[in-house]
């Protein structure tokens, strides 16, 4: 049994995408003592894993993190490995000291210090800020093993191009932006069906015909509407919050008339399973050869056990802006609606990581952003 070796640093991030680097890039400028932990062999990796032809939903212009414009024209949607060789470029630029390999396997208390296991490392902190996302395990509905044998089944995170399906009818079930790209990549050559109620999308401009003002200041205006002013302390940020959280996030450089043109075909939601094949909730079933599930993810945290942490129906932790409140020195960075409609997003994760920052350093300061 290998013998683990120990150490105590000030402040330990989970998570080294990117989340996880603007948090170090604001540490660093205050000289903390710190490290990044990332499962990874590279960072980055949770882009590059992504299926093959996905791009950014947001151009680039608004894809910059805090102190480094990403390198390409404001109106280019970044393809996933330049998003991953970016965030790369990031760690490398502010010298951020990311340990890659690294799995934590549990975060504790230690007396007033939290203790972090990993495989060959006990590790001791005064403050953690947990920014692994809220992706963690791939959900399908209860009822998918009862589909027939004969059916191809995947979700959507083990998609990768439509070279890996056998050959037939597929159905998509989930119509938010990871379903719809891939029902559409996917129509190519096949007949497709998505499911799922319609969740809206937002306005749709051509590379070229983007709006300035969504670059005005290296994107500041747009940044400070959606991230710094409709916050989930305001009534219209609550407002929002709950209408995505209820009905899903509006679709982003993609709209129904480009399903429609693709020959992709919108039906209702699946309800359940009737003799090894989906029922649709109008009592329709589909005689498909792959099912592909873009039905999101739930959290885990249960290698979190610390005595203030609560969580709430869905397994997501409870927190004011990331804040844990009844466990000093405990943060997250990078869920959805942490404080802005943005806080998931490369737009909205510079301003919650000031944030947390500022309120490691006295709560004072933190206080003075809100």
Request: hydrophobic share 40%.
């Amino acid at each position: 049994m290998t013998k683990k070796t120990s150490q105590h640093v000030e402040i330990v991030v989970i998570g080294g995408g990117q989340a996880g680097l603007t948090m170090g890039y604001y540490l660093a400028q205050h000289d903390h003592s710190f490290m990044i932990l990332d499962a990874g062999s590279r960072v980055g990796d949770a882009w590059r894993n992504r299926w093959n032809s996905l791009r950014l939903f947001i151009p680039a212009g608004l894809s910059s993190l805090p102190g480094l414009p990403f390198p390409a024209a404001n109106a280019y949607f970044p393809t996933k490995d330049e998003m991953a060789d970016y965030l790369e470029a990031y760690a490398d630029r502010f010298d951020l000291p990311v340990q890659l390999d690294t799995t934590v396997e549990s975060l504790t208390r230690s007396g007033d210090r939290y203790l972090l296991e990993v495989e060959t490392q006990r590790i001791t902190a005064d403050h953690v800020v947990v920014a692994t996302g809220p992706y963690h395990h791939p959900h399908v509905p209860a009822f998918a093993p009862q589909l027939a044998p004969s059916i191809t089944q995947l979700h959507s995170s083990e998609y990768q191009s439509p070279d890996q399906l056998p050959e037939g009818d597929v159905l998509v079930v989930g119509a938010g932006n990871s379903g719809a790209e891939i029902a559409i990549e996917l129509a190519a050559d096949r007949c497709v069906w998505l499911s799922g109620r319609d969740t809206g999308h937002l306005p749709q401009w051509d590379s070229d015909d983007l709006p300035r003002w969504l670059f005005w200041f290296d994107g500041r205006i747009f940044r400070w509407l959606f991230s710094d002013l409709l916050t989930v302390d305001t009534w219209i940020g609550r407002k929002l919050k709950a209408r995505g959280q209820a009905g899903g996030d509006p679709l982003i450089r993609l709209t129904p008339d480009d399903l429609e043109q693709a020959g992709v075909e919108r039906v209702p939601r699946v309800e359940g399973v009737e003799d090894g094949t989906p029922r649709l909730d109008n009592g329709r079933h589909l005689d498909v050869d792959v099912v592909v599930w873009a039905t999101g993810f739930r959290p885990d945290l249960s290698w979190i056990e610390v005595p203030g942490l609560r969580r709430d129906a869905d397994g997501s932790p409870i927190h004011d802006r990331g804040v844990v409140e009844d466990e000093p020195g405990l943060y997250f960075l990078g869920l959805p609606y942490q404080r802005s409609l943005l806080s998931a997003t490369l737009v909205g994760v510079g301003a919650d990581a000031r944030f947390i920052a500022a309120h490691i350093r006295t709560p004072a300061d933190a206080g003075e952003m809100q």
